[in-house]
């Protein structure tokens, strides 16, 4: 192969990068349900769980840096106890769905935030997503029992 058939990028990951916002809403709300039918929420939440696995993450900052890099907005700890943390998430790219969408459309988000939890505090973990349409963001609750 010589060098004008080969495409090199070089992605510097701390370095903001713009995306196309109707490509990213493309893919996840019309093609993904499309392609998974009526197990979408089922699929995306084991999905988030795969993608946790693949990125171990080692503490909350991490997190929260992970979703930001991802695009996946602003993650911050509302409360937490010895059983359960709740998160909040917010971004401008989520507006649209928290609006428009009843329920089931963060399990990616939900199933990735369990495996992680799952993995930090070593016990079984389970999301529940809480979108709230008046304030344009969604909650996250994370509940483990050590097993």
Do not use: C
């Not at 080969?6 to 019309?30: A, C, Q, W």
């Amino acid at each position: 192969m010589n060098d004008s058939t080969v495409v090199v990028e070089t992605i510097d990951t701390d370095e903001p990068k713009t995306i196309s916002l109707f490509g990213y809403e493309l893919i996840r709300e019309i093609l993904l349900p499309e392609i998974l039918g009526k197990d979408t929420p089922e699929i995306l939440y084991w999905a988030g769980k795969r993608l946790a696995r693949k990125f171990p993450l080692t503490d909350i900052t991490q997190i929260m840096e992970f979703f930001a890099k991802a695009s996946w907005g602003q993650l911050e700890i509302i409360k937490e106890n010895k059983t359960e943390i709740q998160f909040e998430l917010m971004s401008p790219v989520i507006v649209p769905r928290v609006k428009s969408k009843a329920e089931h459309f963060f399990q990616l988000e939900a199933g990735f935030l369990a495996q992680q939890i799952e993995l930090q505090k070593e016990a079984n973990a389970e999301t529940f997503e809480h979108p709230v349409k008046k304030s344009n963001k969604v909650l996250f609750t994370v509940k483990w029992e050590k097993n």
